[in-house]
């Protein structure tokens, strides 16, 4: 391979002849092959993003000169349209605060802008990437402004794939309200219920969690750019922060704002915390949710068999006809992740240091993958799960078309028959002690329930089902 050779403060460094970046980005590359992991694609995007709107800032405020502004413009413009990707090279494990990460980015786009203008790469006397493409700016208020802009895009993302769920869920307690069933605490037989108020309190506690997605967005809105190096704006022009949040959120659509205090911007990451926690609790109530459903889809012969997931893939490579559920089981692990995940921005958040948390990149990393493996995570179960059309094999050979999950109200109707849960509701009318009794009895010869009220003459059959519809009326 060909190389060139260039400098920056510490000397010559050899650089690919071919690539857009230089010697800074070529010293990160040999200090930090840590884990072979490249930055997020909308970590790249909100980055670049801010570069051409420094660029297009500083060109307005006189900062620099017109020609090299809009040079920096369009090479930003060819990598939001997807260009050069393979030029944003640094470890995500890398230099604190994330500088080599910023360097990347001011070196591709110095270099591509010095090719504009008739230069050579990586001439740095036509476009620098430190004096032009960085000017007015600081890692300190680059790096957790892309975290925000890439996180405001994926949250939007993640509502719309957690909504989509919601909504399944709520058009299955619609589909289900009919269907009876036995409830169930401490895994034990509790009072009856609806087999649709399950799949409605899945659909309410989601739309709970978005709730909490929305409150953590809304104050991602608030940048710190303009902050500089730790929040007192040096080097950057009256109204240079004000300026940016326009540019950005004209060129993005984005709903940002400049920051009330950029000190405290640039001090804390507790925003990245707070969408973190949320992303935690959103994955602690999935893995539950995704938990039961694969308890009553337990079986066939063996399990509970309440409901029917659709077969998307042979469950064994040794047991033939098997079929798992796989697509619960995948957002299962998906949650795992999202929970340690947040294990490590919480961690980070509360090692900042002064006037700046140099963990940064780890954050966003973390906070990068969390958001794109739940909403990926989210939308495919949601439609190869909850809602996928497939054809079922009754007994007889035939075959019926089911939509998504459906219910076995056989099976819903064997295990209500037979719980002991039934007792409790005649609570009311014989007390607590003697509904214990039924229950003994019940249990003792094998019987219902209903089969031992109605031999001790306690109520009729028609007066007992009475019983079991006021009980799931509510």
Same mark, same amino acid.
Request: charged share 20%.
């Given at each position: ?68 502004? +809009? ?12 260009? @050069? ?14 500088? %080599? ?57 993640? +509502? ?16 289900? @309200?009919?269907?009876?069933? %036995?409830?169930?605490? @401490? ?7 609806? &087999? ?79 969408? %973190? ?26 399990? &509970?068999?309440?409901? &029917? ?21 995948? &957002? ?32 966003? @990393? ?83 329930? *209903?089969?031992?009220?109605?031999? *001790? ?18």
């Amino acid at each position: 391979m060909t190389s060139r050779i260039e400098r920056d403060s510490l000397g010559e460094m050899e650089v690919p002849a071919d690539a857009l970046y230089g010697a800074q980005t070529a010293r990160a590359l040999r200090n930090f092959p840590v884990s072979g992991l490249k930055p997020h694609p909308l970590f790249v995007w909100a980055t670049v993003a801010i570069k051409k709107a420094a660029a297009t800032v500083n060109r307005q405020l006189g900062q620099i000169d017109p020609r090299i502004a +809009d040079a920096i413009v369009a090479a930003a413009d060819e990598v939001l349209n997807g260009r @050069h990707a393979d030029q944003f090279v640094v470890d995500v494990f890398q230099a604190g605060a994330g500088t %080599s990460h910023n360097m990347n980015v001011n070196e591709v786009l110095a270099s591509r802008a010095a090719e504009i203008l008739g230069g050579q790469r990586g001439d740095r006397r036509l476009v620098h990437p430190n004096d032009h493409v960085n000017r007015g700016q600081s890692t300190n208020d680059v790096i957790p402004t892309a975290m925000r802009l890439c996180s405001l895009r994926q949250v939007r993302d993640l +509502d719309e794939a957690v909504a989509g769920l919601e909504a399944a869920f709520q058009a299955k307690a619609t589909e289900f @309200h009919g269907v009876l069933k %036995s409830g169930r605490t @401490h895994l034990q037989d509790a009072v009856p219920m609806r &087999l649709g108020s399950e799949f409605g309190a899945w659909a309410r506690s989601l739309a709970c969690c978005r709730a909490r997605l929305h409150d953590a967005f809304d104050d991602l809105c608030e940048l710190g750019i303009g902050g500089n190096a730790i929040g007192s704006g040096v080097n950057t022009p009256a109204g240079f922060a004000e300026h940016m949040a326009a540019a950005l959120r004209e060129q993005t659509g984005l709903p940002v704002r400049p920051g009330v205090d950029l000190y405290e911007r640039c001090q804390s990451t507790a925003d990245f915390a707070q969408l %973190s926690a949320s992303l935690r609790t959103l994955a602690i109530e999935l893995n539950r949710i995704s938990s039961d459903i694969r308890l009553l889809a337990s079986g066939p012969a063996t399990g &509970l068999g309440e409901i &029917l997931l659709p077969p998307v893939q042979p469950g064994s490579s040794i047991m033939p006809g098997k079929v798992n559920p796989v697509m619960a089981e995948m &957002l299962g692990m998906v949650c795992f992740h999202v929970i340690g995940a947040d294990t490590c921005v919480a961690m980070a958040s509360q090692a900042g240091q002064l006037e700046l948390n140099v963990m940064m990149p780890v954050m966003a @990393h973390n906070l990068n993958t969390s958001l794109t493996v739940l909403t990926n995570g989210v939308r495919l179960f949601t439609e190869r799960c909850v809602l996928l059309f497939w054809q079922q094999e009754l007994p007889d050979g035939s075959t019926v078309q089911r939509h998504g999950i459906a219910a076995d109200e056989a099976a819903c109707a064997r295990f209500l028959e037979r719980s002991t849960g039934l007792a409790t509701l005649l609570n009311p009318a014989i007390g607590y002690d003697a509904a214990a009794e039924v229950m003994k009895q019940a249990r003792r010869e094998g019987r219902t329930v *209903r089969e031992v009220v109605v031999r *001790r003459g306690l109520m009729s059959s028609e007066e007992f089902d009475a019983l079991i519809q006021r009980a799931v009326e509510r």
